[in-house]
Every structure is written in structure tokens, then in C-alpha cells.
């Protein structure tokens, strides 16, 4: 059995080959992580994927940033997209998008960017990362020299999968680990 991702962007695909080995077991198979050019080109290649994989025994897991969606509607609408399949799905929904997962670990991306920015986790604010409108916009006034692909390297480093605040990370975390054993 192997996980294979099938992503939104090459920034989650980053950010995946660096947290995923401290979340999978040590004797699990390296993951196959498909980059996608956007959420139609994922949306398209889904039931094209699936009804061509050979390997039953496979399992998917579908990375999809919520943005404006209804979350639940877009679960659906991406479960739709597996109803054929011959392999387990599992879709998670990155609330609201992949910055709000650095939100959600302030410690990561302070260290990540040489500047503390632990103090931002008691604001309104940012406290509940996933509810942020624009996580990337607000990276980005607080390091203007962010840029999603570079940015997914440095701080997917220093990530804590155990000290990560962000409901949509930790509900991902239990997804795949429950995907090994399953």
C-alpha cells in the first residue's frame, strides 16, 4: 500500500515532502504527491487518475484549499469526484488556505524567517488561523519577501505536527495517520 496525494499546487507539494516523513511510520512507502496546477486542473485530473490507477490497493488523499467554498458543499463536490474508484479517498479541505497552517505554528515560521512572530498567536486575529480570510496577504505584510514555493521550504522544517493550532492541519495529521493503519 502507498499513499498518493494528489495536490492543488506545487507550494503543498513542497510543504508535504518535508512534514510527511514525521507523520507517516518509519516503514511506510515513500508517498507519490501529484502537483496540480490549480483547483479546475486537480478538479479534472481526479476521476481521470482514479479510474486509470492499476494498483487497488493505493490509497488517495486529496489535499484542496477551501478559499471561498462552503467546505462542506466543496467536500462533496470533490467526493463526487471518487465515486468510482476503486481505491479508498480520503479529501481534506485546508481551511482557509496553506498559510493558515503557518498561522497555526507561529514558532515555525518565526524561525523560518529569523524574526519572532510567537506574540501574534494571542491576537484575535490570527488565534484561530483557519478563519482567516487571506492568509497568504497576511504572510506577506508581515514578510514581504514570502513567496509560497520558498516559504513552504523553510518553514515546513521547523513544523511541529503536534504544536500546529490550525484545526484543518490536525484534522489532516489524523487523516493520514489513520490512513496508515487503516
Known amino acids: 500500500m502507498r499513499?498518493?496525494?494528489?495536490?492543488?499546487?506545487?507550494?503543498m507539494k513542497e510543504l508535504l515532502e518535508i512534514i510527511l516523513p514525521r507523520i507517516l511510520p518509519n516503514n511506510m512507502e515513500i508517498p507519490l504527491i501529484i502537483p496540480h496546477s490549480g483547483k479546475s486542473d486537480l478538479a479534472k485530473s481526479i476521476p481521470i487518475k482514479l479510474k486509470a490507477w492499476q494498483n487497488p490497493d493505493d490509497k488517495f488523499i486529496i489535499l484542496h484549499d477551501q478559499d471561498s467554498h462552503d467546505c462542506m458543499q466543496l467536500k462533496a463536490d470533490l467526493e463526487s469526484l471518487c465515486k468510482n474508484s476503486k481505491n479508498d479517498c480520503l479529501i481534506r479541505i485546508v481551511c482557509t488556505e496553506l498559510e493558515s497552517w503557518y498561522f497555526g505554528d507561529l514558532t515555525a515560521v518565526s524561525l523560518a524567517y529569523g524574526k519572532d512572530y510567537t506574540s501574534l498567536g494571542v491576537k484575535r486575529?490570527?488565534?484561530?488561523?483557519?478563519?482567516?480570510?487571506?492568509?497568504?496577504?497576511?504572510?506577506?505584510?508581515?514578510?514581504?519577501?514570502?513567496?509560497?514555493?520558498?516559504?513552504?521550504?523553510?518553514?515546513?522544517?521547523?513544523?511541529?505536527?503536534?504544536?500546529?493550532?490550525?484545526?484543518?492541519?490536525?484534522?489532516?495529521?489524523?487523516?493520514?495517520?489513520?490512513?496508515?493503519?487503516?
Open 125 to 182: 486575529k490570527y488565534r484561530e488561523p483557519d478563519k482567516l480570510k487571506n492568509a497568504k496577504e497576511e504572510l506577506h505584510k508581515l514578510i514581504p519577501v514570502y513567496q509560497p514555493l520558498s516559504g513552504a521550504r523553510k518553514i515546513a522544517v521547523h513544523m511541529d505536527k503536534d504544536q500546529n493550532t490550525s484545526p484543518s492541519f490536525k484534522v489532516f495529521v489524523r487523516g493520514v495517520e489513520k490512513m496508515c493503519v487503516g
Open 3 to 11: 499513499l498518493v496525494f494528489m495536490v492543488e499546487e506545487r507550494s
